[in-house]
């Protein structure tokens, strides 16, 4: 089973990022997926979430500025961001059921 996080940069605040989290080894598109944020010092917590059915929620601190979305045919699923801040720089992690990646780094510069 593996997913693997992509995408990450370093952008300036204002700017916009997709992140990509391919899946394989198991049937991903029965499970809801999520990704997770952590930032230096702080707990991992949760940024979206899509269910197989396709229904998406967000933490209020990324509404109407995130958007969670899934491509079964790819096994995969997309964080796009904009609106960029500073305080969304962490390291992202997607994950299903039990399964984790390794993460990929946001960096946004004021």
């Known amino acids: 089973v593996q997913l693997v996080e992509s995408g990450g940069a370093l952008v300036q605040a204002g700017g916009s990022l997709r992140l990509s989290c391919r899946t394989s080894g198991f049937s991903y598109e029965h499970y809801a997926v999520g990704w997770f944020r952590q930032a230096p010092g702080k707990e991992r917590e949760l940024v979206a979430v899509?269910?197989?059915?396709?229904?998406?929620n967000y933490a209020d601190s990324v509404k109407g500025r995130f958007t969670i979305s899934r491509d079964n045919a790819k096994n995969t699923v997309y964080l796009q961001m904009g609106s960029l801040k500073p305080e969304d720089t962490a390291v992202y992690y997607c994950?299903?059921?039990?399964?984790w990646g390794r993460g990929t780094q946001v960096t946004v510069s004021s």
């Open positions: 899509i269910t197989r059915g396709g229904s998406t």
């Open positions: 994950t299903a059921d039990i399964y």
